[in-house]
């Protein structure tokens, strides 16, 4: 019987394995079809948003034995990658095509990736909206296009995941991982920075928390190691980002004259419009060196505050945000999950008010960084969107967000318990069905007709 029963367990850990397998399978058909679709009817035209950019970065990279230094505008890591497939002789068309190839398949490995992440956290059917959810109301939208968004979106999502344990469980070697992401992340496109800065001044924070908490606890206090942690964490993560982007700022402090230089952070975040960025700027140099202007014509957040009105200012938030809100809204169908999701977290909190309570006092500075950073966040996004306010820039949280309220679910739902004729079934189950119907749905909806139709590059 003792056999019997192991062959059973055996039986059913194939099947079971089986099964997942083919769900993913059908999963990954689905989206490769309906990426294509994108790829070859939709992003047709290799100089729209930063495409031939990217693709002359690479080439650029290729062709001088990687001593490229690059317009400071955009990061090396994704041309990097892109250069690895170019061959010399290579047409712009033909590089174009092997590229959104290149990363249409570099966003299946992604999305793998997230799938283990999900699956640490999550239950199977939980993690399996999530990823459906990902996968094709945004990756399956930008996985054809010459663009470094979808590897900066999942490595954005890793630092997020690795401030947010750090924070809940301070170590050194997550310091260390924390800082070296951050500095990958940053050379994929350079706009981790505020949250990087938030991280570790909460981190800070914390070992303040910490030490208070410690003096007023006479009856359990807290061991000096444990007080000791949170430093050692803002200056493992600060030196290991730093020591992970040296050679590539230290190039721009040669060049340029400053070691975090970028075009759009010193620049034309300070501009009211693109139009001056071209008259400005731009056109003065700004991606061979500093650029060619008199000091009281370049742009800072000292000029600007001198030349606009706190009206003005705040008009800009404003509409910003009624510009980025509006996108967002009527863009590839990502934002009624945001809801969805946003609404089942408000119910799962006033149902289990004092869990939720006990959560966010038991660590109120990593509530703090989610406020912080989802905040401050938005609020640069709204600010950006008189130069920019396409989709792919506040896409970056979409995911660290999606996470972040299904993880509040989770956690205060996981175990709560329905009574439906007279049998127990839990909450989280029916829920997640009744959003993976709606998520089935939206599948197809997606591939008949959005996914075809709709440019997915801005």
Not at 113 to 131: D, K, M, P, V, Y
């Amino acid at each position: 019987s003792q056999v019997f029963e192991m062959n059973n367990r055996k039986t059913q850990k194939f099947l079971k394995f089986a099964i997942i397998a083919g769900i993913f399978l059908i999963i990954a058909g689905l989206y490769w079809y309906g990426a294509v679709e994108q790829l070859a009817r939709v992003n047709t035209n290799m100089n729209s948003t930063d495409q031939s950019a990217y693709m002359d970065y690479a080439r650029s990279l290729y062709e001088s034995n990687y001593s490229f230094i690059g317009g400071r505008n955009r990061m090396p890591v994704y041309p990097f990658l892109q250069s690895l497939f170019y061959r010399p002789g290579m047409t712009d068309e033909a590089f174009f095509t092997r590229g959104k190839y290149i990363n249409l398949v570099l966003s299946l490995g992604l999305l793998a990736g997230l799938t283990f992440i999900f699956r640490q956290f999550f239950s199977w059917l939980h993690a399996l909206n999530l990823l459906l959810i990902v996968a094709f109301t945004v990756f399956i939208f930008k996985a054809g296009y010459f663009q470094t968004e979808l590897l900066f979106y999942f490595v954005n999502f890793c630092l997020f995941l690795l401030m947010w344990r750090s924070l809940q469980r301070g170590s050194w070697w997550l310091a260390i991982l924390t800082g070296i992401v951050a500095g990958l992340a940053h050379l994929t496109k350079a706009s981790i920075l505020p949250g990087l800065v938030i991280f570790l001044v909460l981190a800070g924070a914390k070992w303040g928390w910490v030490t208070l908490r410690s003096r007023h606890s006479s009856r359990d206090p807290i061991p000096t190691n444990f007080i000791l942690l949170y430093p050692l964490v803002v200056f493992l993560a600060g030196a290991f980002f730093l020591i992970t982007v040296f050679p590539y700022i230290n190039t721009s402090k040669r060049v340029f004259g400053h070691y975090f230089y970028n075009v759009n952070s010193t620049f034309y975040i300070w501009y009211d419009s693109w139009e001056e960025v071209k008259q400005g700027t731009r056109a003065h140099g700004d991606r061979v060196g500093w650029p060619d202007m008199a000091p009281e014509e370049i742009p800072s957040i000292s000029k600007y505050l001198g030349e606009h009105t706190l009206q003005q200012i705040i008009g800009r938030f404003v509409d910003g945000g009624q510009t980025v809100l509006n996108n967002v809204v009527h863009s590839y169908g990502y934002f009624k999950y945001i809801v969805i999701y946003m609404c089942l977290l408000m119910i799962a909190i006033l149902r289990s008010w004092r869990p939720a309570r006990q959560s966010v006092m038991s660590n109120p500075i990593l509530c703090l960084f989610l406020v912080f950073y989802f905040g401050g966040y938005l609020l640069l996004y709204f600010w950006y969107a008189a130069i920019n306010s396409g989709n792919r820039l506040i896409l970056a949280q979409f995911i660290p967000l999606m996470f972040t309220i299904s993880y509040g679910i989770y956690a205060l739902l996981h175990s709560s318990q329905l009574r439906i004729k007279g049998h127990s079934v839990n909450t989280l189950v029916i829920i997640n069905l009744v959003i993976l119907l709606i998520v089935i749905t939206d599948i197809y909806t997606v591939l008949t007709a959005r996914v075809g139709t709709i440019y997915g590059g801005w």
